[in-house]
């Protein structure tokens, strides 16, 4: 399937239930890739919402305690109107907080996806790990039995973003090696990516989830690769802003040009 072309067609709602730090940049890049968005924490709206939207995207970056009530009912709307939900852990193992709500919301929604850095999925398969805050951190893991592991524990897609992306459905794992290390320089961009996500899955009404998630990671790794043909690896701004032409211009032809994508 051409999801880039399907997504420009079909022009899909997404709903984020996103981090206060990513919300603006998050809106601009679905707009960028041909989507639409609607940022939205209102409890009083999630079931409004879920009878509107064509997927659902809840990430925990900045929580508290009304977003962690709209996100349960958001989540569980969604799945009963067949709406698929990405969940991105946002710095999960930073605190008791984040540990708690991402295992109630896995407690009660069935998540389609979910999408993290290696901190991250780290935590969420209980492995040993120095994540900082937000950002990845240090550890070493074998990375194809995580995927595999968390994938299988909550009945998902899971995608490990880094280096080289992992995705895995629980039977099969496909690795991604596009992308640029300037990517974990700007905020926001892993949860652009799980934004983007959302809109793959969204167009994807056969249930190939794990090749939805290949193709929109790869092609978010590939964006930020043409990004870098046109500037240096310290013009970080530049590349925030850039990344958003790049997703307004890709098509599908060039994902699969470019895409170094093995399946394990
Ligand atoms: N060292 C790297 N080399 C190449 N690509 C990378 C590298 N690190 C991350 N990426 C790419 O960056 C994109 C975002 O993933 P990343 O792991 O940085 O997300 P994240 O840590 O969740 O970001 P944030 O929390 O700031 O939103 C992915 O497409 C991934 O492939
Ligand atoms: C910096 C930061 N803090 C909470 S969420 C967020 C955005 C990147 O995940
Ligand atoms: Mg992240």
């Not at 709903?15 to 206060?20: F, G, K, L, V």
């Not at 609607?38 to 879920?50: C, R, T």
């Amino acid at each position: 399937m051409n999801y880039i072309a399907e997504i420009r067609q079909q022009n899909p709602l997404i709903h984020n239930i996103t981090n206060m730090v990513v919300a603006n940049y998050s809106a601009n890049g679905l707009l960028a890739l041909g989507a639409s968005p609607i940022m939205s924490s209102a409890p009083e709206e999630m079931e409004h919402l879920a009878q509107l939207c064509q997927a659902l995207v809840i990430n925990i970056g900045t929580l508290n305690v009304a977003q962690v009530e709209a996100m349960l009912i958001a989540g569980k709307a969604a799945n009963k109107n067949g709406i698929p939900v990405v969940l991105d852990p946002v710095g999960v193992g930073a605190t008791p907080f984040r540990r708690q709500t991402v295992q109630r919301l896995l407690d009660n929604i069935q998540f389609s996806a979910i999408r993290g850095n290696a901190g991250e999925i780290a935590t969420l398969a209980n492995v040993d790990w120095q994540a900082k805050g937000v950002d990845a951190g240090e550890g070493k893991a074998d990375w194809h039995t995580v995927a595999k592991t968390v994938a299988n524990a909550n009945g998902c897609v899971v995608s490990i973003s880094g280096e080289v992306d992992y995705v895995s459905d629980g039977k099969q794992v496909v690795t991604i090696h596009n992308g640029t290390p300037i990517f974990p320089k700007i905020t926001g961009s892993g949860c652009l990516l799980s934004a983007v996500c959302g809109a793959f899955l969204a167009v994807e009404k056969t249930s190939q989830n794990l090749t939805a998630l290949v193709r929109a990671c790869t092609a978010y790794a590939v964006a930020g690769e043409r990004v870098m043909q046109g500037i240096s690896s310290t013009q970080t701004g530049q590349f925030a802003i850039q990344l958003l032409d790049q997703l307004a211009i890709l098509d599908d032809e060039t994902v699969e040009q470019y895409g170094r994508v093995n399946y394990v």
